[in-house]
């Protein structure tokens, strides 16, 4: 397994989650007394959040495990793989598409309930349960990375990506929280136009891995500059 592609998803989801979960992370009831403080604060907040995309990764991994028995493990990466290009242009119809399923509305907003009944009972202590629940709400690049997780056909590895690609959001989401409010429109357009690059690498990683490229092809057939010695 890679891990380039779950941290590149990673990178690349940061300025969605941003835009989804900055406004929950800014509502967070933090000790503001000093910069560390917040950033240790947010860094258990996180780390309920990827433990939750951790736990995912496993079930996405062993029932990819489950396919890779039947044989369909090399299609397996290269369907993530395509997926993944394709989500560089299309994941905010795929995550509206995923919303509109039965009970996935009633399942999101029991979730979101839940949320706000930890934050009024436990202001100051449910930031990590907060970044569980947090980790099961709709989110398109949850989804892709889940895609991925699936093509690592075991449920180690399937949590290794996931927890990868939440890593990977986390520089982003950090500077936000310690900046104290949100990235401004023009700042988010610059960073926008690198998701879907970011995105189309990230598949093409498992593309390459999938259909089992050997780059070193390439690298005879193009001939090498220098003196030869007679």
Not at 38 to 56: C, E, K, N, P
Not at 86 to 106: C, H, K, Q, S, Y
Not at 154 to 168: C, S
Request: aromatic residues 8%; contains cysteine; proline residues 4%.
């Amino acid at each position: 397994m890679t891990i380039l592609s779950p941290l590149l998803l990673g990178l690349a989801g940061s300025l969605h989650c941003v835009g989804m979960c900055g406004p929950l992370m800014l509502a967070l009831p933090l000790d503001a007394s000093g910069r560390w403080m917040v950033i240790r604060q947010m860094l258990v907040y996180h780390s309920g959040r990827i433990l939750t995309y951790a736990i995912l990764g496993v079930l996405f991994g062993l029932a990819g495990k489950g396919m890779a028995i039947a044989g369909f493990q090399k299609g397996l990466s290269v369907t993530a793989g395509i997926f993944m290009v394709l989500m560089a242009f299309l994941a905010w119809r795929f995550e509206r598409i995923v919303t509109n399923l039965p009970g996935f509305g009633a399942f999101t907003r029991r979730v979101q309930m839940q949320i706000g009944h930890l934050l009024k009972k436990h202001p100051r202590g449910a930031s990590f349960f907060v970044g569980q629940l947090n980790g099961l709400l709709p989110c398109g690049m949850v989804y892709v990375a889940l895609a991925g997780a699936v093509s690592t056909t075991g449920g180690a590895e399937g949590g290794i990506f996931m927890a990868l690609f939440g890593l990977g959001t986390l520089p982003l989401l950090l500077t936000v929280t310690v900046l104290g409010h949100s990235l401004s429109q023009p700042v988010r357009r610059k960073i926008k136009v690198l998701q879907p690059v970011l995105l189309t690498l990230a598949g093409l990683l498992l593309l390459q891995r999938g259909l089992h490229l050997d780059l070193s092809l390439f690298e005879s057939a193009v001939p090498k500059a220098g003196y030869e010695c007679h």
